[in-house]
């Protein structure tokens, strides 16, 4: 089983705690041997994810959507993304330098492409930007990969 994450970063703590279980009662649903996470590894559900799998003994592959990627993220989460892409057995590249919109999107569909099951944790509204959670969420419907989407029930991303 080959499994994609996508979910809304930034969440409040008490969303953020409930998400993680949802994301570890996902995971735990498949032998370990036979699973393979793919993740973007960025700070929140993307990290969260990564971190349950490998807990899990499942495989880990992380999709790059820029060379300069890792300069959009929060300082804060630079050593949990180091020690999750040096975890990885497998990294995949868009080819992009720039990190922005185009290339988070890029990275989404480029993960989309290599799942059997995309995890969506997402509150079902629009996106804020280009490339986020409800893109990925489109992408992934429109060519036909399935959806698992995981939100506490009367949460908010606020």
């Known amino acids: 089983m080959r499994m ?3 979910g809304h970063r930034g969440l409040p703590e008490p969303v953020a705690e409930r998400v993680r279980g949802m994301v570890s009662a996902e995971v735990r649903r498949y032998p370990a ?3 393979v996470g793919v993740s973007c590894l960025a700070d929140g559900p993307d990290a969260w994810f990564a971190e349950i799998v490998l807990d899990h003994g499942g495989r880990l592959e992380a999709v790059l959507p820029a ?3 890792r300069d959009d993220l929060p300082d804060w989460h630079h050593p949990t993304y180091d ?3 040096r975890r990885a ?3 995949h590249r868009t080819g992009l330098v720039e990190s922005g919109s185009h290339a988070h999107q890029a990275g989404s569909e480029l ?3 290599m799942v059997d099951v995309l995890l969506a944790v997402w509150d079902g509204k629009p996106a804020r930007g280009h490339g986020g959670t409800a893109d990925a969420v489109a992408h992934a419907r429109r060519v036909g990969v399935p959806v698992r989407v995981l939100w506490p029930e009367g949460a908010s991303r606020d």
């Open 33 to 35: 041997g036979e699973l």
């Open 111 to 113: 993960l989309v492409g």
């Open 4 to 6: 994609g994450i996508t």
């Open 89 to 91: 057995v497998e990294v």
């Open 67 to 69: 060379e300069e990627y």
């Open 83 to 85: 020690g999750l892409l």
